[in-house]
C-alpha cells in the first residue's frame, strides 16, 4: 500500500538553528513526494516537491531529495527563524491524484 | 488569483444537529477534495470529484456523510446528524493539473 511515515515532533530549535525532518515513505510505482506546510489556523500550502528520483525540490530556503534507494524525503533547513514555526507534512501521490499525508511535525522556532 | 474559499470557518452544534460546510476552489480546477483533518493527523481523503463527478468516495461515511458539486464548480458536505467525534477540521482542495493541490482554509467543527 501507500503510506507515509514521519519523525513525531514536536521540534523545538533556536532561531538559527539547523532543522532536519525525516519522513519516509512506502508506494507503488514512482510517487510524487511533497511538502506541505500549516501556519495556525490555516489550510495547508504546498512548501515544495520533487517528482522522480535523485529530484531536489527547494522553496524558501528549505530543501529536500527524492531518495529512491532509501525511500527518504527528508526535509532541511539550514538556518531557521522564528516564522518558520508551523506543522510540516510530507505527502505522496502515486497516481496524480491520490494523496497520502503522514500524521505531522509540529516546528516551533524560538528567539 | 483567489484561493480555495471555505465557510463557515468556524462551527459549533449540538449532536444530533445536522451541519453543511461549504467550498468554491480556484476557477477553472476541474478536480476538488473534500478532507478531514483531526487534531495532531495529517488530511485524510473523504471525496474527490473531477467536475461533477464523485470519482473516490469509498471514505466517505455515506450513512451521515453527503457531498454534491451540482454544477462542477463549488461544492457542499453536508453531515446529518452530527455525533460528537465529528468535530475536526474539515478541509477542501482543489486542482488543475495532476499531483497539485491547493487547499482552503478549514472548517473547524465543534460538537457539543
Known amino acids: 500500500g501507500n503510506s507515509v511515515t514521519q519523525m513525531e515532533g514536536p521540534v523545538t530549535l533556536s532561531e538559527e538553528a539547523f532543522l532536519t525532518i525525516n519522513c519516509t515513505y512506502t508506494?507503488?510505482?514512482?510517487?510524487?513526494l511533497f511538502w506541505y506546510v500549516q501556519y495556525p489556523g490555516e489550510g495547508l500550502q504546498l512548501l515544495l516537491k520533487?517528482?522522480?528520483?535523485?529530484d531536489k525540490g527547494s522553496n524558501k530556503g528549505f530543501e529536500a531529495t527524492y531518495r529512491k534507494e532509501t525511500t527518504s524525503f527528508h526535509l532541511e533547513k539550514g538556518s531557521v527563524q522564528v516564522s518558520d514555526s508551523a506543522v510540516y507534512f510530507c505527502?505522496?501521490?502515486?497516481?496524480?491524484?491520490?494523496?497520502?499525508f503522514g500524521t505531522g511535525t509540529s516546528l516551533t522556532v524560538i528567539p | 488569483e483567489a484561493g480555495v474559499v471555505q465557510s463557515p470557518r468556524y462551527k459549533i452544534i449540538e449532536k444530533k444537529q445536522p451541519v453543511a460546510f461549504w467550498c468554491n476552489p480556484i476557477s477553472g480546477h476541474n478536480t476538488l477534495y473534500w478532507y478531514l483533518q483531526n487534531l495532531g493527523q495529517g488530511p485524510e481523503l473523504l471525496i474527490r470529484?473531477?467536475?461533477?463527478?464523485?470519482?473516490?468516495d469509498s471514505q466517505l461515511p455515506k450513512d451521515r456523510f453527503s457531498a454534491e458539486r451540482l454544477k462542477g464548480v463549488d461544492s457542499t458536505l453536508k453531515i446529518q446528524p452530527a455525533e460528537l467525534g465529528d468535530s475536526a477540521v474539515y478541509l477542501c482542495a482543489s486542482s488543475d493539473v495532476m499531483d497539485t493541490q491547493y487547499f482552503g482554509p478549514g472548517t473547524r467543527l465543534t460538537v457539543l
Open positions: 508506494a507503488t510505482g514512482y510517487p510524487s
Open positions: 470529484y473531477e467536475n461533477e463527478e464523485a470519482v473516490d
Open positions: 505527502a505522496l501521490t502515486p497516481t496524480g491524484n491520490q494523496f497520502y
Open positions: 520533487a517528482t522522480k528520483a535523485d
